[in-house]
T-cell receptor, first 111, second 112 residues
Framework: LAKTTQPISMDSYEGQEVNITCSHN???????ITWYQQFPSQGPRFIIQ???TKVTNEVASLFIPADRKSSTLSLPRVSLSDTAVYYC????????????FGTGTRLLVSP | DADVTQTPRNRITKTGKRIMLECSQT?????MYWYRQDPGLGLRLIYY???????NKGEISDGYSVSRQAQAKFSLSLESAIPNQTALYFC???????????FGPGTRLTVL
């Protein structure tokens, strides 16, 4: 599975748009990019998944360039409750035994 | 009711004891997973099962074993617990045609 690299932490203020970028240089053709959110002492929660271009749902957008070697999670107008750790995961049908959630990006939203 | 449940939610045990953590799901998913999370770190895969007859080791399976009793149940055992197995343990499920995982609330295990 592709190794991912994310910023360790980010700070923002309520109402701002937050973009978290994940690098996955050795992504395979059949791999999908998935983002999760985790609050302290809770299990990760699925946010969004994509393969290419742009995907949008009610909580976030995911932008994937043509080479698919990176992706950007965009959270519009964040609130205090968006303070959490965000994980980027590249998943496919091969190498599943090496599936690892990295340390993620710790987002702190301030008033 | 929660779709993925884990029991117990908290457990304190002593070195050398055998411990079983249980996971049940009502999502009808074929795939189930066990992860551990250490403080300040991400999740690491211990075991995964793609159906009742399929069990696979993850990256950190040493010291653990699993049992898939039914499609809805996946148990994790620590045969002889040691202090460095103190961690937060999560169970997750996914459908066979999707990579989206749904996580349980976690079990906080402390080995003294």
């Amino acid at each position: 599975l592709a190794k991912t690299t994310q910023p360790i932490s980010m700070d923002s203020y309520e109402g701002q748009e937050v973009n978290i970028t994940c690098s996955h240089n050795n992504i395979a053709t059949n791999d999908y990019i998935t983002w999760y959110q985790q609050f302290p002492s809770q299990g990760p929660r699925f946010i969004i998944q994509g393969y290419k271009t742009k995907v949008t749902n009610e909580v976030a957008s995911l932008f994937i360039p043509a080479d698919r070697k990176s992706s950007t999670l965009s959270l519009p107008r964040v609130s205090l409750s968006d303070t959490a750790v965000y994980y980027c995961l590249v998943v496919g049908n091969t190498g599943f035994q090496k599936l690892v959630f990295g340390t993620g990006t710790r987002l702190l939203v301030s008033p | 009711d929660a779709d993925v449940t884990q029991t117990p939610r908290n457990r304190i045990t002593k070195t050398g004891k055998r411990i079983m953590l249980e996971c049940s799901q009502t999502k009808g998913h074929d795939r189930m997973y066990w992860y551990r999370q250490d403080p300040g770190l991400g999740l690491r895969l211990i075991y995964y099962s793609f159906d009742v007859k399929d069990i696979n080791k993850g990256e950190i399976s040493d010291g653990y074993s699993v049992s898939r009793q039914a499609q809805a149940k996946f148990s994790l055992s620590l045969e002889s617990a040691i202090p460095n197995q103190t961690a937060l343990y999560f169970c997750a499920t996914s459908g066979s045609s999707s990579y989206t995982q749904y996580f349980g609330p976690g079990t906080r295990l402390t080995v003294l």
